[in-house]
């Protein structure tokens, strides 16, 4: 065989597998949740504020959410909502523990999956095991109607490639110029992460501001760039103004939106919380439609090997 028919058949190969790919991912798909992932560039924006609390905007909305922690260092959600989980997706993974045994409810509308040591051995189940842990998880999408992922920081390959698997990737950032480079950097690399299938949808928030003026500052600069030098169109969600309340309540460990609903945070929450659903003000544009439970942990766990 020549070079060139040896490339040929490579990419032969390959496109076949990304169609097969696609096949079972579609097999496994057919639910109605919806996922979102939130991510950043650097540690310490908020992204664990802004999971939990956009949770509480939307179980008011009497949307049913499930808040999956997957940060890899500190699990901090249960800090966060003082809540102390006692089993987590290792448990599930080894058989132990049942969905029940290891989902915490929170409060209305909202339960916590702990993430725990079970998000890195996500990666190396096999085939049947991972077979058994979807079909386990499976039955969270009768009862919940979005699944939220706290991830850890940084561009590491875990996060990414739950930002790939979900719907709609929440990226964070503060208006510091060391958030933005994170996160634009987050951005470049979202867009070399091989995503088998169709792809994500990127909205992103900027955090901590003075004003609404200075988030849109942010946005328009972020969206600038992302479109002009990598091509992607991103939507901007909203802001999260600076409250001294945030700090109050991640210390009393009680979200800010359930201690402080008439906050200014809070009342930024719940305009981010409406974007999503498109109520009862104009949603964001060009958002996915849900794929459902079991194609996001069809997707995340073939993320892991797509990349490999
Ligand atoms: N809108 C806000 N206003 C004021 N302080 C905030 C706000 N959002 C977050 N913070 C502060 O930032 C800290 C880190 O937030 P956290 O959600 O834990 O970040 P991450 O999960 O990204 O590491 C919080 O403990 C809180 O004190
Ligand atoms: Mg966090």
Not at 19 to 29: F, H, M, P, Y
Not at 53 to 81: F, K, T
Not at 193 to 220: C, Q, R, W, Y
Request: glycine share 8%.
């Amino acid at each position: 065989m020549s070079r060139t028919d040896m490339v040929f058949s490579d990419q032969a190969r390959e496109l076949r597998r990304i169609v097969e790919l696609q096949r079972q991912e579609n097999r496994a798909g057919g639910g109605n949740m919806r996922t979102l992932a939130v991510l950043s560039g650097k540690g310490g924006v908020g992204k664990s504020n802004l999971s939990l609390n956009l949770a509480c905007a939307l179980a008011e909305q009497e949307q049913r959410v499930i808040l999956l922690d997957a940060d890899l260092g500190l699990a901090n959600l249960d800090m966060l909502c003082g809540i102390t989980a006692r089993y987590n997706l290792a448990h599930l993974i080894d058989g132990s523990r049942s969905i029940d045994d290891v989902l915490v409810e929170f409060s209305h509308n909202i339960w916590i999956l702990p993430g725990g040591s079970g998000i890195r051995e996500l990666a190396d189940l096999d085939e049947a095991r991972l077979a058994e842990l979807i079909e386990m998880l499976a039955v969270l999408e009768d009862r919940a109607d979005i699944l939220i992922v706290d991830t850890g920081a940084g561009i590491h390959r875990g996060v990414l490639t739950f930002a790939a698997a979900a719907d709609t990737a929440i990226l964070i950032t503060t208006p510091e110029p060391t958030s933005i480079r994170d996160a634009y950097g987050v951005l470049k690399a979202l867009r070399s992460t091989p995503m088998s299938g169709s792809k994500t949808d990127i909205a992103f928030v900027v955090n901590m501001t003075h004003s609404e003026a200075e988030g849109l500052e942010v946005a328009n600069r972020i969206r600038m760039a992302a479109n002009r030098f990598l091509g992607l169109s991103i939507n901007y969600m909203g802001c999260i103004l600076n409250d001294d309340l945030v700090g109050k309540a991640v210390r009393i460990r009680k979200p800010f939106y359930q201690l402080y609903p008439a906050s200014r945070a809070s009342e930024c929450v719940r305009k981010l919380g409406y974007a999503l659903t498109g109520a009862p003000e104009k949603g964001i544009a060009n958002i996915n439609p849900p794929r459902g439970l079991k194609a996001f942990f069809f997707r995340l766990t073939r993320g892991h090997f797509v990349e490999r």
